[in-house]
């Protein structure tokens, strides 16, 4: 009879109230929840994450390289030149990048000789170019090095997606400073 009593109860539909909610912005959120739309917003005048305004430049960014990858962008890079000042460039942070992103194919003395050739006995199919001897990378112009930075040149791949404008022009100023380096000795013994 006690158990009968206890279940009718139980089953009863007089109190179904949760009680209090302890903390409930836990669970209903007051801020917008991430990725949730904001169309109520904009026809309000709130614009986020809207694209910035044509030709702008964000403060302290660098402006985008206004060449395309053809063959068209990469004669004309050649007119371009680094942006920055070579003697304030960190050449220990521009060094650790190129190490990171570079050094992996074009070794780190810059001669071709990376982890992934190994004197041809790496995975990589062709020798990466010797940053240091070759003539063509000595007499490249440093906007043209930077373009092939951007968007790959042959096998090598773009780093336009990965490394910031900054980055790509501090390894530009990195591998012309070992080149001139590299080539001072050789002057010097010629004289």
Same mark, same amino acid.
């Given at each position: 009879?006690?158990?009968?009593? +206890?279940?009718?109860?139980?089953?009863n539909?007089?109190?179904r109230?949760?009680?209090?909610?302890?903390?409930p912005?836990?669970?209903y959120?007051?801020?917008?929840?991430?990725?949730?739309?904001?169309?109520?917003?904009t026809?309000?005048g709130?614009?986020?994450?809207?694209r910035?305004?044509?030709?702008?430049i964000?403060?302290? $960014?660098?402006?985008?390289?206004p060449?395309?990858?053809?063959?068209?962008?990469?004669a004309?890079s050649? +007119?371009?030149k680094?942006?920055l000042? +070579? $003697?304030?460039?960190?050449?220990?942070?521009?060094?650790?990048i190129?190490l990171?992103?570079?050094?992996?194919c074009?070794?780190?003395?810059?001669?071709?000789?990376?982890?992934?050739?190994?004197?041809?006995d790496?995975?990589?199919?062709?020798a990466p170019?010797?940053?240091?001897?070759?003539p063509?990378?000595?007499?490249?112009?440093?906007?043209?090095?930077?373009?092939s930075?951007?968007?790959?040149?042959?096998?090598?791949g773009?780093y336009?997606?990965?490394l910031?404008?900054?980055?790509?022009?501090?390894? +530009?100023?990195?591998?012309?400073?070992?080149q001139?380096?590299? $080539?001072?000795?050789?002057?010097?013994?010629v004289?």
């Amino acid at each position: 009879m006690i158990g009968l009593l +206890v279940v009718t109860i139980g089953c009863n539909e007089v109190r179904r109230d949760t009680g209090k909610v302890y903390m409930p912005d836990m669970s209903y959120s007051r801020a917008l929840e991430t990725y949730s739309s904001t169309e109520a917003l904009t026809q309000a005048g709130i614009h986020y994450n809207a694209r910035p305004v044509e030709g702008t430049i964000a403060r302290g $960014a660098m402006g985008s390289y206004p060449f395309k990858n053809d063959s068209a962008g990469y004669a004309r890079s050649a +007119v371009v030149k680094n942006p920055l000042d +070579v $003697a304030a460039v960190d050449m220990k942070e521009a060094e650790r990048i190129y190490l990171i992103n570079c050094g992996i194919c074009h070794g780190t003395k810059l001669d071709g000789n990376g982890p992934l050739w190994k004197g041809g006995d790496g995975p990589y199919p062709a020798a990466p170019r010797n940053l240091i001897t070759d003539p063509l990378a000595t007499t490249l112009a440093e906007g043209t090095m930077f373009h092939s930075i951007t968007y790959g040149k042959n096998l090598m791949g773009g780093y336009g997606s990965q490394l910031s404008t900054k980055q790509r022009w501090e390894i +530009v100023a990195y591998i012309k400073v070992k080149q001139a380096e590299a $080539a001072a000795p050789a002057t010097a013994a010629v004289n």
